[in-house]
Nanobody, 114 residues
Framework: QVQLVESGGGLVQPGGSLRLSCAAS????????MGWFRQAPGKQRELVAI???????NYANSVKGRFTISKDDAKNTVYLQMNSLTAGDEAVYYC????????WGQGPQVTVSS
């Protein structure tokens, strides 16, 4: 069983920044891909950003140029730096890890409001 512990959600003003962290209970070298999905009320869960063990990265078009995903293998942790946040980014953000069996984190809430 793999556990994913997330942190970093919260309330931010439009245009602000937040950084999400997701620490895995296993070495990231065992994880094929790790990343973030988000789900807003009444909407389907969607991919935000994902990074593979080899370092290949994919972003949703809506976050390209604003969000950056990175990983620290020494800490078994993946980060999502979110800049220039808008109301459209407000959602529950779920960490995901594929081993390849998929595991999900609990999902911190990101609220964008003035």
């Amino acid at each position: 069983q793999v556990q994913l512990v997330e942190s970093g959600g919260g309330l931010v003003q439009p245009g602000g920044s937040l950084r999400l962290s997701c620490a895995a209970s296993v070495s990231t070298f065992r994880i094929y891909a790790m990343g973030w999905f988000r789900q807003a009320p009444g909407k389907q869960r969607e991919l935000v950003a994902i990074i593979t063990s080899s370092g290949t990265i994919n972003y949703a078009n809506s976050v390209k140029g604003r969000f950056t995903i990175s990983k620290d293998d020494a800490k078994n942790t993946v980060y999502l730096q979110m800049n220039s946040l808008t109301a459209g980014d407000e959602a529950v953000y779920y960490c995901y890890a594929a081993l390849p069996t998929g595991y999900w984190g609990q999902g911190p809430q990101v609220t964008v409001s003035s």
